[in-house]
């Protein structure tokens, strides 16, 4: 038995010297895989791959370059500049060398085959090590590639979930917009014929409220007149009861345009065709203008001031731009209802026991309405929200869906990256301070999804506007695992997911070994 | 509110107008004219007239030092002295210096390689009216009242000193108790510049003279200026400025001064050509006239050639004047004689020294930019540079690789092991460069700050403390490399145990030496600075850089204990600094207009002495569209110093990142450049020999041919190939000046001919510009392309042999280790080849005692008829027959695989 063994072994390793020494006999020139051997003759002539020279044999790998375009005819030495050479590798991968990195004194094939020329270098093979390690890194990457693609069923699996779950929310949202809208119109038909017995039971009350009013704008017409003659006089700087051209040239303020010349143009604002204007006419024509031009005036330091402030918020308007819209909405609806609880609480204490409660109806049926248009509203957006979200491109199985609404964080030296994919990208110093938005999604870079663009950050300064690219890599975590900035403002996340376990890797998986002997 | 959105948009509108001004222009209110600079002011208003200086006739004393004696100036009566020399090669040195001495003067002459010693006259006549000498060639006729220096080269007055009376020499005088409007007209004792006060203790100390060149029609040189070669007459706008200083994006044709200064001139006619070297360290402003512009007396010319036995005649409309005025200093001036201008740029590198050989890396291709973010970027640019197949051989780091801009630290994060990241660009023969500047950051946990706050290292302001002032690190010192102790300790912290993480292939760059100082007056250091030795710096600023590069030289060569050869690239430079650095055009802009004039500026530096000139490829300031991009490679290729570099703002431009299409063009420009490195090296070694450029303006080589004489946006490389830049987007057609009546120039890439002389239009692609190779070259090339040029150092040669049109040929090859100084024991290789009747003979000159595997792989010969099938080589191997294929479509004949180690003689015959 023993023996047996002793023999398998020897026999073993004969075939294992045989195969070397086949291996470093075999007739064929330096630098060819099996797989070309065929096209380099052993005698006769040989002809370039491109056609382009024909040579006798001999010249083949004679370390001079004859076929100057493919360098076909110097597959084992440097000579020529666009050749290739092939490393068997053997216990590691086999593969091409560009013919520069022949004999160049850098061990380039872990056999140590492209240095054959350098006495004074020794190239070691290390090809079974570094193959081991390869295979080994290799299997690891296999087992973690399958991990991750069950991982990535699942995520496709709840991808298409949440987008089911989205539509099937978005299918009820319409129906709950028909009703909303049904509802809006039933109360507004409610609020009006409410509104309409209110109206009348008010009506009894109008004419002492004509009174009332009429009292109001003669004070108001008195007030403004007087005013309207205190500039009349201010105008009028000869007080001769008219104000002429020359006079309204002193006023600065009917510089419209601001460029320190009071023009014919300016003045036929104010004048008109008149050549001079009494003070009726003053009054009757101009004023209600003038008036205007003056308040303007005098806000205006103001408003520069307030805008100034502003500007320093300049970076976060367009956020809260959209805050403002929703506050507008509500503010609308507050500022009608205030107008309405006003005129009810000037004439409050007039009115008898029925009309109250006429009123009181009106006010809650007013009030139904407004909880219906705002519930309306609230469905609307709701449906905006989710048709937009259901638009983008969550990878070829709905795989990156899940990743909608979540957040990742990663802090290096300096910041902590904020990553909210499909939404945006920000980073903010570690020691505190403002937020600095990277990017919002944008798009995906091609069809493998692998690489994300979120674009149109922040401007830097003296710069373009920031924008960060998202490598994706298959891994069973979800997870940053590196940022940096590769180019000013243009910004790089290193994102781990199982959702990237897909047809990409598998292509590069269990490529191939072949030992070639 | 409309109101409102009117005012806020004004405010978009002036920060936008601003910012653009920023952008393009630099800005001009940092940096004096003429009239702002009182010395300039005072001098240049001299009128022509008799100049009131006299020699003192009783005074001469001829000995083997040279000619000394007393001037005196008539109108004020102050009394100077003078030392006249004559030189070995035809040159002539001048001094005059005030007799009483108050203070001394500065003298730069660390800008001399050496003290120049007298040599014997032939003749010399003592008359009343004027000495004479006579020295070869050369006669000198120093002329006693007015003082007038004239010298003749045969019987041709070339140059005539004083020949203006413009001769001004203002003498030391005591301070007036105080300052005030009379006294102060022109800033004698305060002259105020923004913010800045210049007080100056010794009050106005300038020197000026002028000097006239009847024979000349162009004067070329003082370098460094955004403009053309020839330098242009400036009677309507401010005089050239010397005044080194760091100018933030300068603009071009523009005389304003730049990063380095150089004041020596060639004047040239049809005739010959002289040269002049005004040394002197202090700001300086020279005025280039043509004499019948000057308003010179043209009689008055007469009467001084008639004075001349067998005086030929002035050729009509030629003759230059140029008027040199410097703040501070004695009058210190060399005339070369020529009469080439080869012997002119000779004569210039006998006095201040030529390049020794650069290390062969440093002509290769360097990948730059501000900044590689870590260690871990340099890896992957490197990588990539395999991966793309490209050739690189050096990496470097801007100032972020520093810990807060501490240099001789480095960044604890991003660069954590910069041993292994010198190690990994060093496996694949590649060298890392990274920055050292000379001002340190005032910060008490930085060794260097320290040290020098302790030792007194430091520059002081006028007051005696150390002087601060803002550069990158905010505040800091400047080192007094004045001071030979600084110097001592500085070069010191590049030992290796000093600077941890460095290695032998480790480089360095020195920048912001002007110095830079950011908030000083015309962004450099307050002229009233005291530097070792009570020199103020307004004696020493123009040779500060020198000083510096010097110290960081000397600290190389001592880490290698003397045996490697630094390389060092500095922004600051002076006459002499060739010896020392290569220089590039500093901070220049991605613009078609920029890529054009580095070939003036780098042409400029290299009749300066100093040939290892390049631009930043690319354009630093802003971002270059492909077609720029790859045109800037394919220029950069021809110009000795091929760096490419870019600013922090800009987006990153490694050769693949714009498109295949650009990497291809890219990687065949550093491809050429890699494989011509063996020409470029050999140039260099010339270079180092004859003192001859290494890039030339045409004029150089075609001299009696005057359409050459403005041409500065062609260059020849060495005196074999000829290049045309492309600076334009868009072009198909170029127009090529083809020099020389009697010329063959071949295509480099075709091999076809053009034996026109004039313009000729070639049309051209994106792929390469026009190259031309001279007939009667011979070229040797690499053609096998490496990683980085140090894998290449055992690999064959190809020769190209153009035959010009007598069917003949010749060139050099010269090889060594490339980076030791060995070269100086012998140990290196010089071929000299010779294609003479049908035979090419190689011949090793000198003793060629550097032991190399190399070998001859090709020999293409251009421009022969088709009638030779086979040559006979004979070597030490005897004697055998080689394939030779003719190529009728380029008249080339290629001998196949001659074989024959470099390290023999060898001669093939055709047949």
Redesign the interface.
């Known amino acids: 038995m023993l023996i047996m063994i002793s023999k398998l072994i020897t026999l073993f390793f004969l075939c294992f010297l045989l195969v070397l020494c086949y291996s470093d006999t075999i007739i064929r020139p330096r630098g060819v895989p099996l797989s070309m051997i065929s096209l380099y003759p052993t005698e006769g002539t040989f002809t370039c791959f491109d056609g382009s020279l024909s040579i006798p044999f001999d010249q083949i790998n004679?370390?001079?370059?004859?076929c100057e375009m493919d360098g076909s005819d110097e597959p084992g030495t440097?000579?020529c500049?666009n050749g290739s050479f092939y490393c068997n590798n053997v216990g590691h991968k086999s593969m091409f060398i560009?013919s520069?990195?022949v004999n160049?004194?850098?061990c380039d094939c872990c056999d140590g085959s492209d240095e054959y020329a350098?006495q004074d270098v020794v190239c070691g093979n290390n090809c079974l090590e570094l193959g081991q390690a390869a295979r080994e890194e290799e299997a690891r990457k296999i087992a973690m590639f399958k991990e991750g693609s069950k991982l990535r069923t699942e995520l496709c699996f709840k991808g298409k979930q949440i987008k089911r779950e989205k539509q099937l929310r978005l299918l009820e949202l319409v129906k709950e917009q028909t009703e909303a809208e049904n509802m809006k119109n039933e109360k507004e038909e409610l609020k009006l014929k409410v509104e309409k017995m209110e109206k009348e039971a008010l009506d009894v009350y109008k004419e002492f409220e004509d009174q009332k009013r009429k009292e109001k704008e003669e004070e108001e017409r008195i007030k403004n007149e007087e005013e309207a003659m205190k500039y009349f006089k201010q105008a009028d700087k000869n007080s001769d009861g008219v104000i002429d051209k020359n006079e309204i040239k002193m006023i600065d303020p009917f510089d419209q345009n601001?460029d320190n010349i009071i023009s014919e143009e300016e003045i036929k604002t104010v004048f008109g065709e008149e050549e001079k204007l009494s003070f009726e006419t003053f009054l009757s024509t101009s004023w209600e203008y003038i008036k205007q031009i003056f308040a303007?005036r005098e806000s205006?330091i103001n408003?520069?001031l307030m805008?100034l402030l502003t500007?320093e918020t300049y970076y976060d308007n367009e956020e809260e731009e959209e805050q403002d819209e929703d506050k507008d909405d509500a503010q609308q609806l507050e500022t009608e209802s205030e107008r309405d609880s006003n005129t009810e609480d000037d004439s409050k204490p007039k009115y008898d026991e029925e009309t109250k409660n006429i009123i009181e109806a009106a006010n809650s049926a007013r009030s139904e309405y407004d909880n219906a248009v705002r519930n309306l509203r609230d469905v609307q957006r709701e449906i905006k929200q989710i048709e937009e979200t259901l638009n983008k491109d969550y990878g070829k199985d709905d795989e990156f869906a899940y990743l909608v609404g979540e957040c990742y964080e990663y802090a290096n030296?300096e910041y902590i990256y904020k990553l909210c994919p499909f939404d945006q990208v920000s980073q903010r110093p570690k020691d505190g301070g403002i937020e600095t938005r990277l990017g919002t999604w944008g798009y995906w870079i091609n069809d493998k999804y692998e690489l994300m663009l979120f674009e149109n950050g922040q401007n830097?300064w003296?710069?373009p506007q920031r924008q960060t690219h998202v490598k994706l890599n298959c891994n069973l975590q979800t997870e940053i695992v590196a940022a940096?900035?590769?180019?000013?403002c243009?910004y790089l996340l290193e994102f781990n997911t199982p959702a990237a376990c897909s047809w990409k890797e598998s292509r590069d998986t269990g490529t191939d070994y072949h030992d070639e002997l | 509110m409309g109101v409102n959105y009117i005012i806020f948009n004004h405010f978009i509108l002036i920060f936008f107008f601003i910012s653009l001004y920023h952008i393009n222009a630099v800005d001009r209110s940092k940096f004096k004219t003429c009239d702002q600079s009182g010395f300039c002011k005072r001098l240049r208003a001299s009128k022509p007239e008799l100049s009131p200086f006299k020699i003192i006739r009783n005074s001469i004393n001829v000995s083997s030092i040279g000619v000394e004696g007393s001037l005196v100036n008539a109108d004020t009566e102050d009394f100077y002295s003078f030392l006249l020399q004559f030189l070995e090669d035809n040159t002539i040195r001048l001094r005059i210096n005030e007799n009483k001495i108050i203070r001394h003067r500065y003298q730069p002459l660390k800008a001399l390689i050496s003290e120049p010693y007298q040599h014997p006259f032939e003749t010399i006549e003592l008359l009343d009216d004027y000495l004479f000498f006579k020295i070869g060639s050369i006669k000198v006729k120093f002329i006693v009242s007015p003082l007038k220096l004239e010298i003749y080269n045969k019987d041709d007055l070339v140059i005539v000193a004083n020949d203006l009376g413009k001769f001004v020499f203002e003498h030391y005088r005591p301070k007036p108790e105080t300052i005030n409007e009379e006294n102060n007209k022109n800033g004698e004792w305060e002259e105020r510049f923004h913010e800045h006060i210049d007080a100056k203790r010794f009050g106005p100390m300038a020197v000026g003279m002028d000097f006239s060149f009847p024979g000349a029609t162009n004067i070329y040189g003082l370098p460094s200026h955004a403009d053309s070669v020839s330098l242009k007459t400036t009677g309507n706008t401010d005089p050239y400025r010397l005044y080194n200083t760091d100018i933030f994006e300068y603009e071009l044709n523009e005389r304003m001064a730049l990063y380095g200064a150089v004041p020596v001139i060639q004047a040239h006619g049809l005739n010959q050509t002289v040269g002049l070297f005004w040394l002197n360290a202090a700001e300086t402003w020279v005025n280039v006239q043509k004499l019948s512009e000057s308003g010179f007396n043209s009689n008055v010319m007469e009467k001084i050639v008639n004075l001349v036995a067998g005086g030929t005649k002035l050729v009509q409309n030629s003759g230059m004047n140029t008027h040199f005025m410097s703040e501070t200093g004695i009058l210190d001036v060399f005339f070369m004689c020529g009469p080439s201008f080869y012997d002119v740029t000779r004569q210039y590198s006998r006095l201040t020294g030529a390049a020794p050989l650069p290390p062969y890396f440093s002509l290769g291709y360097h990948q730059s930019r501000w900044n590689y973010n870590d260690q871990d970027d340099v890896k992957t640019v490197a990588e990539n540079f395999d991966k793309y197949d490209i050739p690189l051989d050096v990496i470097w780091l801007d100032i972020e690789y520093t810990h807060d801009k501490k240099y001789f630290t480095w960044d604890p994060l991003k660069f954590n092991d910069p041993e292994s990241m010198v190690h990994g660009l060093a496996a694949k023969g590649r060298k890392l460069v990274i920055i050292i500047d000379p001002h340190i950051k005032r910060d008490f946990g930085y060794f260097l700050h320290n040290d020098a706050t302790h030792r007194g290292f430091y520059v002081k302001n006028k007051d005696g403390n150390d002087y601060e002032g803002w550069c990158w690190p905010g505040s800091s010192s400047y080192l007094d490399f004045l001071n030979p102790e600084v110097n001592e300790y500085y070069s010191s912290r590049y030992l290796l145990e000093n600077f941890k993480g460095t290695s032998e292939d480790v480089h360095i760059w020195n920048d912001m030496n002007e110095p830079s100082v950011f908030n000083g007056p015309e962004v450099t250091m307050p002229k009233d600075c005291i530097h070792h030795g009570d020199w103020e710096h307004r004696d020493i600023h123009n040779i500060y850089g020198l000083f510096y590069v010097m110290a960081t030289y000397d600290g190389l060569l001592k880490r290698s204990g003397g045996k490697k050869r630094p390389f060092i690239l500095s922004r600051s430079f002076f006459s002499g600094t060739q010896r020392y650095a290569a220089i590039w055009t500093g901070d220049n802009m991605a613009e078609w207009g920029h890529l054009k004039m580095s070939i003036p500026m780098c042409l400029s530096s290299a009749l300066g002495g100093i040939s290892f000139c390049g631009a930043d490829v690319g354009g630093f300031f802003g971002n270059p569209d492909k077609q720029l991009f790859s045109r800037w490679y394919q220029t950069g290729v021809y110009l000795p110093f091929y760096r490419a570099h870019s600013h922090i703002d800009t987006k990153r431009r490694e050769p693949w990142l714009m498109g295949n299409e650009t990497m291809h063009l890219i990687r065949n420009a550093i491809r050429e450049r890699q494989s011509l490195m063996p020409l470029y090296y050999t140039l260099f070694y010339e270079h180092m020999q004859t003192g001859a450029p290494v890039i030339r303006p045409l004029v150089m080589e075609f001299p009696k041919e005057k359409e050459t004489f403005d041409i500065d946006d062609q260059l020849l490389l060495g005196k074999s190939l000829l290049i045309k830049p492309v600076v334009e987007a868009d072009v198909t057609h170029v127009d090529v000046y083809f020099p020389g009546a009697n010329e063959i120039w071949y295509n480099k890439y075709t091999y076809q001919q053009v034996k026109t002389n004039g313009v000729k239009t070639i049309k051209i692609s994106q792929n390469e510009i026009p190259v031309y190779i001279r007939g009667g070259s011979i070229i040797p090339i690499r053609n096998r392309i490496r990683r980085s040029s140090a894998l290449t150092l055992h690999d064959p040669f190809t020769l190209i042999v153009a035959l010009d049109i007598n069917g003949t040929a010749s060139g050099q090859l010269y090889l060594d280790d490339g980076e030791s100084f060995e070269y100086r024991n012998g140990k290196y290789l010089l071929l000299h080849f010779t294609f003479l009747n049908n035979q090419l003979m190689s011949k090793i000159v000198d003793d060629g005692r550097f032991k190399t595997k190399a070998w001859i792989e090709k020999i293409i010969i251009i421009g022969i008829p088709n009638m030779f099938r086979t040559g006979i080589i004979n070597s030490d191997r005897g004697q055998e027959e080689l394939e030779a294929k003719y190529n009728t479509d380029e008249y080339s004949l290629t001998i196949r695989k001659p074989g024959v180690s470099v390290a023999v003689e060898w001669s093939i015959s055709l047949l």
């Open positions: 004679d370390d001079y370059c004859d440097s000579a500049p560009p520069s990195q160049d004194g850098i350098r601001q303007a205006l408003n520069t805008k500007e030296r830097c003296n710069g940096s900035e590769p180019s000013r243009e």
